[in-house]
């Protein structure tokens, strides 16, 4: 059973959309809302209200986080908008407010699940190996999707009503596995790793069949990993141990953590094929995070940032201009005057200038995406209706 609008009409609300104010923005509005489920790249407020409940401080909520564009710290690591921002903004929709912020009423516009440091798998997972400390708490994907769940019933009724609301809603899962990779890659070798990625792209598979199957959401957006091999604290971590010829010479990243990060987009991708072949009536859209990345720290000059491209803007002492012990926001930190210069706000983290680039890859994903299914539904609507144009 198809939900999708005929032809005629799906162009009637083109045109519509089109006499709109959204219009004016260049943006024929395809969605009423958005839900995402993620980490620290996703977080738009989370962290400080999820990481309280467990009694683990935070530096988030201190300046200079959130100075570019808040002018006030909101709970996001970084110094602005973080990419589901930029997306929500250019599509025409509001910013998603954090899950944990507020009543169930005020969410149906979106609700972000995301919560930084979250895993894909369980926390559990981590504190039965002795991987974690702390972190991570208990704000896994799966806890997420629960989160989302007991939120349901405040956004539509029935089912039929549900089905109608989140088809019209544009789903982010993920990115999922950074902290996951991460985390173990303090105490794993790279190989152990490794060996997490099938179990990491499974439980990410299982969540967008749930999300589809049990909600009805038809339009999902999920992004790969980064090169965790250009992050800072990753060349901080090995700093020690990797040898000169463990670095790609071009980009002084780690040749072998990048190869993971590669790895796991290749199962990732596989993985959605498998799940747009079963599914076919749903978009998923894989949003590429590796690659926009790469360009950045590649060609640093081309977009507007300093050629020591690999160190953070905001840190303590360290080759990186990062140091575990010195984190940002601390009173010893030393961030840069103009973060519109660096790829690295913090860490692993972005700036708003290095999230800018990697969203307008995702709104051109999901804007090529919209425009073929809308091919394609006009294609079957003129079968149906035997009227050749
Ligand atoms: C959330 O809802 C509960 C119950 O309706 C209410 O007691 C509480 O004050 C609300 N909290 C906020 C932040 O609005
Ligand atoms: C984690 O959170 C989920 C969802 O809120 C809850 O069902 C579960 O009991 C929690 N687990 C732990 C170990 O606290
Ligand atoms: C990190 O900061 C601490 C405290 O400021 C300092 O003692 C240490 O040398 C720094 N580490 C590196 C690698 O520079």
Not at 55 to 84: A, H, K, N, Q, W
Not at 122 to 143: D, Q
Not at 278 to 290: E, L, Q, T
């Amino acid at each position: 059973m198809s939900r999708r609008l005929p032809c005629a009409a799906a162009l009637l609300l083109l045109h519509l959309a089109a006499l709109g104010p959204a219009a004016s923005a260049g943006s024929g509005r395809r969605y009423d809302s958005i839900f995402s489920f993620g980490d620290s790249f996703a977080d738009t407020g989370n962290k400080p209200i999820a990481f309280a409940r467990y009694s683990v401080p935070v530096t988030v909520m201190r300046p200079p986080y959130g100075e570019t564009f808040f002018g006030r710290p909101t709970g996001r690591t970084t110094d602005g908008r973080v990419i589901l921002d930029l997306v929500a903004q250019t599509l025409g929709l509001l910013l998603v407010p954090p899950s944990l912020a507020q009543n169930g009423s005020s969410f149906r516009q979106g609700a972000n699940f995301a919560v930084a440091g979250a895993t894909t798998l369980n926390a559990e997972f981590y504190h039965a190996r002795g991987i974690a400390g702390k972190l991570p708490i208990n704000t896994s994907l799966n806890v997420q999707l629960e989160w989302f769940e007991a939120l349901e019933p405040s956004l539509c009724a029935t089912s039929q009503e549900c089905e109608e609301f989140f088809g019209r809603s544009l789903f982010f899962v993920g990115e999922f596995g950074v902290n996951d990779y991460h985390l173990s890659l303090k105490k794993l070798s790279v190989q152990q790793v490794r060996s997490l990625v099938p179990d990491v792209i499974e439980t990410i598979s299982m969540a967008i069949e749930r999300l589809v199957v049990k909600h009805g959401a038809t339009s999902l957006v999920v992004p790969g990993v980064i090169p965790s091999g250009c992050s800072p604290p990753i060349l901080t971590l090995f700093a020690g141990r990797a040898g000169a010829a463990d670095y790609d010479s071009r980009t002084g990243c780690l040749k072998e953590i990048n190869e993971l990060g590669k790895h796991h987009n290749s199962v990732l991708k596989d993985a959605l094929r498998k799940l747009r072949v079963k599914h076919p009536h749903v978009r998923i859209i894989y949003a590429d995070f590796f690659g926009s990345i790469m360009e950045m720290v590649e060609s640093p000059r081309r977009f507007g940032f300093r050629e020591d491209v690999l160190t953070v803007c905001c840190g303590g002492p360290g080759r990186y201009d990062y140091n575990d012990s010195v984190a940002c926001g601390d009173p010893d930190a030393t961030p840069c005057t103009d973060p519109s210069g660096s790829l690295y706000w913090d860490g692993v983290h972005l700036t708003e200038a290095g999230y800018r680039h990697v969203a307008d890859g995702w709104v051109r994903s999901i804007r090529s995406s919209d425009r073929a299914s809308g091919g394609e539904m006009c294609k079957a609507s003129a079968s149906t209706y035997g009227s050749p144009q």
